[in-house]
Structure formats: structure tokens, C-alpha cells
């Protein structure tokens, strides 16, 4: 299928649902062959039928990012599918929201080992066949939270975190044709915004509401809003764009 991604292989974390799926989704659509990795087998399983019906080429594969072996293994076989890893996106992600005092050591070390753990053990994996191929694009979904966000101190350090990991792979890996560079969502209509919504006690339709009174742009972000930022990095044209992070959100502070 041509298109701008046409002859690319596009590996994306939590790719079944949400944010991810619509990264997916972008890159199938404009020729990308893409492979998807989850932890939820029944979201995996529906969303790769799917793509499949519409005839793109998809490798699908549940394993949990916090697992280096199981992510290991994935990329692996998904070049062993495709011949190349061109891109990845490092979007899988959880929220344990709690204010500091609430917060459990697990709620703090699920996130930081989702987050960061999880994209540090894609990286690594993915960077092996893109120094081989001098080329990739690696992008890391952060957050507006990165920059505090009451009831996310686990997710705020993680999603910073996030922005000094992105610019140190983009220093060491750009000599290789590699860049490295993040995407930081304001508030996007998912499950994840789903979840706060019933955690705080109001209706989805309330917490948009909300939202929306604050974003200048007068609306909420849909995964596509996020998957077309995640595209400007991705594009082989892109390549002088190297440790950037651009805050997707509707206006310059949500
Ligand atoms: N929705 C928002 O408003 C928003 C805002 C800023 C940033 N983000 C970030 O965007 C990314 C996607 O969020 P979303 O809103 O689509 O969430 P979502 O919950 O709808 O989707 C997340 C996906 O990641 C998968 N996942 C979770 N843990 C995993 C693991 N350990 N291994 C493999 N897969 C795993 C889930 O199964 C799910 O399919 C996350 O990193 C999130 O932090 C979201």
C-alpha cells in the first residue's frame, strides 16, 4: 500500500487500545506494516482481526513491557516477520493516581516500571536492528503531567522521566540515524480518562466537561490527534528533528 510509511515497519507498545491503537491505525493506514504488542490478549486479538480485515499486514504479540525477556522475544520475531524495525513508539502506559500520603509503594513502582522500565527495555531491544539498519525513529509518549499534575506523583516522575530518557537516546543514537523524540498528550478521550473519571467519582461525560473548560483549543484530543504528532517524528523527512518534546493538548498549558 503506498503512503508516506510505505515500506516501514512501525512497533508500538500497548498498540490494541486507546492512543496506541490510533498510532496504529495512522501507520497502517499510510503504508506502514505494524506490529503491536499488549498485555490485554482479548483487545490484542480483536484489534489485529480488525486491522487485518482492512488488509494490512500486522504482527501481534501479547507481552508486558516490564518483562525484558518477553520483549526481547517480541521484537525479535517481529523483525524475524518483517525484516526491519523502523519505528517504535513507546506508548504502552498505566496510571495509579493517589495523593502523596495515599500513595502504596505499588502504586509508585507499577508506574515508574510501566513507564520507564518498560520503554528503557524496548529501546534497547528495537536500537539493536535500527544501528544495523543506520536508521530508525523512536518516539516515547510522555504527558502534560510531566510538569506536576495533583494526584500523579509516580506518573509526573515517570512522564518526566520519559523526557530526559527520549533526549539522552537521541544524543547517543543519532550519529546512527536514529532520532529520538516525544509526544506529551494533554487530555485524550480513553479508557485511561475513563478510568479517572470512575476513580473520582463523575460521569466520563463530566470529566470532559471539565477538561474542556480549560483546553484553549474548546475541545477534548482524540487518539488521532496524538498519532499525528507521533507521524511528524516518524517521517523519514524528520530527521534533523532530534530530542524534542511536543505537548499535544490543545493549547500551551493543559
Ligand atoms: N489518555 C490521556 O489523556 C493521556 C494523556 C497523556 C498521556 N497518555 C499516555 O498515552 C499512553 C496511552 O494511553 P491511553 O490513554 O491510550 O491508555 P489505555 O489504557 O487506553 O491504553 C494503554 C494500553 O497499554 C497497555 N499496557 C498497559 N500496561 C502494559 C504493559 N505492562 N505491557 C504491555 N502493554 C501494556 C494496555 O493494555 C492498553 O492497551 C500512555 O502512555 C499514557 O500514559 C494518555
Redesign the pocket.
Known sequence: MAGRFSGRVAFV??G?????RGIVELFAEEGARVAL????EE?LNETTSELREKGYEVFSKV????DSEQVENAVKEAYGTFGSIDILVN?????RDNLLFKMTDSDWQTVMD??LK?SFNVARAAQKYMVEQKYGRIIN?S???ALGNRGQANYAAA?AGLQGFTKTLAIELGRYGITANSVA????E????KETAARIGITFDQLVQASVASIPVGRS?K?ADIANAVAFFADERSSFVNGQVIYVAGGPKC
Open positions: 507498545t500497548g490494541s487500545r486507546g492512543i496506541g504488542i499488549d498485555l490485554n483487545a507481552a508486558n513491557v516490564v506508548n504502552a502506559g498505566v496510571i510501566v513507564h518498560g509518549i504527558s502534560t503531567s512522564k498528550p494533554g487530555f485524550i480513553t479508557e485511561m480518562t484530543g487518539p
